[in-house]
């Protein structure tokens, strides 16, 4: 009896933490996203989410957030199965993370100046002969740009999973007759899928709701939710759709955090 | 030579950087169809050994063949060769059938066949009906009978099976000594077993290598290798026993403990200097009168089956005896043993003038017996 007080006492920051901070916000951006734009209690909001410049942008946001996913995943893959087989393996991880400890702010400025007109990028175009052209502003410029940011997160939990496996078993997969190709196919990539989960899902969730890379390295080329999110605040005021596109934005990232953390049988 | 050997080591040598050999120059052939015993102390090598014979790892010299061939290079997916590793090696994400399944899928069997042949395996190993276990659920008993399902359901030429046996209690220990042995006897498939435990290694062997900082010591039945140690090594790794200082006086005749004593070994030089091994469980304790030797009793403890009585003789050698018997602490007792208790090694006798000299006298050994 008296332990399970005691307990509960010590979750009490915890609980209030999660009230005032999480469950609180949330409950608000519900709460807002019931009033159009003057104040008015009412579902307009919703029904302007279902038409097509809307969905449009979520599906831009998607497509993005995948792209992005995507293309760290392919990148971060091989290079994590090359650091777990370096002498010095922790050395090269830390060298690969450090660079994700920089704001990501900083990060997009220098961008734009290597991107830039008379940027390194274009300097080197001309020099390689094929001639300067516009980076800045190109949905190419913004899924390089996130992807170098979160390669670091994909990168790390996969090396995580690939450190983690036994080597036996790798020699087990080949003494029964598996090729290199086979033991990754069923051996390697299946005991290392919750790493790729947990990268896709530190990648992705963020991924959706990007706008200040987009506004900064993708300028009006690239719009998604999270763009719109911050147009509706911050210039039209428009508080009540913002919310709305949140909880869509919610509801969509509860989504894929279920759909990525189903666990397969005795894993 | 009666049958061509399964795999055949010639001069392998096995170094990793700049170290000192792990495997310096070893040599040996396995037969078709026996049970081999790896036997050592730790770190003496025996893993690199199953590792070559696997194809994990490469020798940095010499020649590993395979029915007469030399598969130095052959990978590891490419040999008729199958392991039991040590911590079992089990995929954790598949469940017993399809661990067992594995290299059957590999080989792209039918799924009818697949399914009968992974039930044999599994009944083989008494783990009838357990298909659909998950592995985390297992017991070490367990899982080291998948692993060995795993392994003979392939149908290899070879298993290797390194030191599957260490991580069970005494009592399951020795029920999997049995169903080995059985197994592989039912089976016919060529065993290579290794394990630091002699028991373990005389108990179910064929024939056993000694290995001792890379090098094959002695290689023999078990009873060779029990009975007639090739040095002091050996000797001391395979059972209890007594080694002492002595000196050859002639064929037949050697001396410790200040006396003479009629033995059944020969072919040394004349007054050389030897050591001798009397297995502790070979002694009787008598009256003083009768001894061959006369000893104090220094120690004794009880282990069950028999006391293990330690004393010491007139020459400060120590000896240890095993008997039903109770002694007191202090009792002067004789100790009694024949001529065939006493083994004689030469010093630093490597393994072929061991067999050269026994070959060259064997006939006269037979009739001393
Ligand atoms: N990859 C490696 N790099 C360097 N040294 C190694 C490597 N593998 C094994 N060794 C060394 O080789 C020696 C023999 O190792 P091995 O694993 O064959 O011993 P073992 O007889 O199986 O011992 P144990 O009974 O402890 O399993 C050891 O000294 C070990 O340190
Ligand atoms: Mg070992």
């Given at each position: 009896m008296q332990n399970k007080t005691f307990r509960n006492l010590f979750m009490l920051p915890y609980a209030l933490w999660i009230i005032i901070f999480v469950i609180a916000p949330i409950l608000l951006v519900v709460y807002f996203s019931f009033f159009d734009i003057n104040g008015n209690f009412s579902l307009t909001n919703y029904k302007n989410f279902f038409t097509a410049t809307y969905l449009q942008m979520t599906l831009n946001s998607f497509w993005y957030a995948f792209l992005i996913t995507v293309i760290s995943l392919l990148i971060a893959y091989p290079t994590a199965y090359i650091l777990t087989r370096t002498k010095h393996k922790q050395l090269w991880l830390l060298l690969i993370i450090v660079?994700?400890?920089?704001?990501l702010l900083l990060k997009a400025y220098a961008f734009i100046g290597i991107f830039g007109t008379h940027g390194a990028a274009n300097r080197f175009l001309e020099w390689a002969g094929i001639g300067s052209r516009q980076?800045?502003?190109t949905d190419f410029s913004f899924v390089f740009v996130a992807v170098y940011i979160f390669i670091p997160f994909m990168i790390l939990p996969i090396f995580n999973a690939l450190d983690k496996l036994n080597p036996s078993l790798l020699y087990a997969a080949s003494d029964l007759g598996a090729s290199k190709w086979t033991t990754f196919r069923r051996v390697i990539f299946p005991l290392t899928l919750d790493g790729v989960k947990s990268g896709c899902q530190v990648v992705f969730i963020p991924a959706l709701s990007l706008f200040m890379l987009t506004r900064l390295i993708a300028g009006n080329r690239v719009i998604t939710l999270g763009t719109a999110i911050e147009q509706q605040f911050?210039?039209?005021?428009?508080w009540g759709m913002g919310a709305t596109i949140a909880v869509f934005l919610i509801i969509i990232m509860v989504g894929f955090m279920a759909l990525t953390s189903i666990r397969r049988r005795g894993v | 030579m009666a049958k061509k050997p399964i795999i055949q080591f010639n001069h392998v040598m096995k170094q990793f950087d700049?170290?000192?050999?792990?495997?310096?120059?070893v040599s040996f052939e396995i037969e078709k169809g026996k049970f081999y015993t790896l036997l050592g102390?730790?770190?003496?090598g025996k893993t690199t050994i199953l590792r070559l014979i696997a194809g994990f790892t490469e020798a940095t010299s010499g020649d590993i063949l395979f029915e007469g061939k030399k598969?130095?290079?052959?990978?590891a997916n490419k040999r008729p060769i199958n392991t039991v590793f040590q911590d079992y090696?089990?995929?954790?994400?598949?469940n017993v059938y399809e661990n067992v399944a594995f290299g059957l899928r590999i080989k792209k069997v039918k799924k009818a066949d697949m399914d009968a042949k992974v039930k044999e395996a599994l009944s083989f190993v008494n783990?009838?009906?357990?298909?659909?276990?998950?592995?985390?659920?297992?017991s070490g008993g367990q899982k080291q009978r998948v692993a060995i399902a795993r392994a003979i359901v392939n149908e290899p030429a070879i298993i290797l099976l390194d030191e599957?046996?260490?991580?069970?209690d005494l009592k399951l220990r020795y029920q999997m000594q049995y169903e080995l042995r059985e197994l592989q006897r039912r089976l016919g498939i060529t065993f290579i077993f290794v394990t630091h435990d002699q028991e373990e290694a005389l108990a179910m062997s064929d024939e056993i290598f000694v290995l001792n900082k890379g090098k094959i010591q002695q290689s023999g039945t078990p009873n060779d290798i029990y009975d007639e140690p090739i040095n002091r090594f050996v000797a001391d790794f395979i059972g209890e026993s007594n080694i002492i200082r002595a000196t050859?006086?002639?064929?037949f005749l050697v001396e410790f403990a200040g006396k003479q004593f009629e033995c059944?070994?020969?072919?040394?030089?004349?007054?050389e200097a030897v050591e001798i091994v009397i297995r502790p469980e070979d002694m009787e304790i008598t009256s003083v009168e009768q001894g061959s030797i006369l000893v104090t009793v220094q120690a004794q403890l009880f282990r069950g089956v028999h006391y293990e009585i330690t004393c010491m003789d007139d020459a400060q050698n120590t000896w240890l005896v095993q008997s039903t018997k109770k002694v007191n602490i202090g009792e002067k007792i004789g100790l009694r043993f024949t001529p065939e208790d006493i083994h004689v090694m030469r010093l630093n006798e490597s393994e072929e003038d061991f067999d050269r000299r026994l070959d060259a006298y064997g006939e006269d050994e037979n009739n001393a017996k």
């Open positions: 660079p994700s400890w920089i704001n980076l800045l502003f911050l210039v039209t005021q428009n | 700049d170290d000192a050999p792990v495997l310096d120059h102390p730790s770190g003496c598969i130095n290079h052959v990978p090696a089990l995929f954790p994400h598949l783990l009838k009906g357990y298909e659909n276990r998950e592995i985390a659920g297992m599957p046996l260490s991580a069970l050859m006086i002639k064929d059944v070994d020969q072919g040394m030089d004349p007054n």
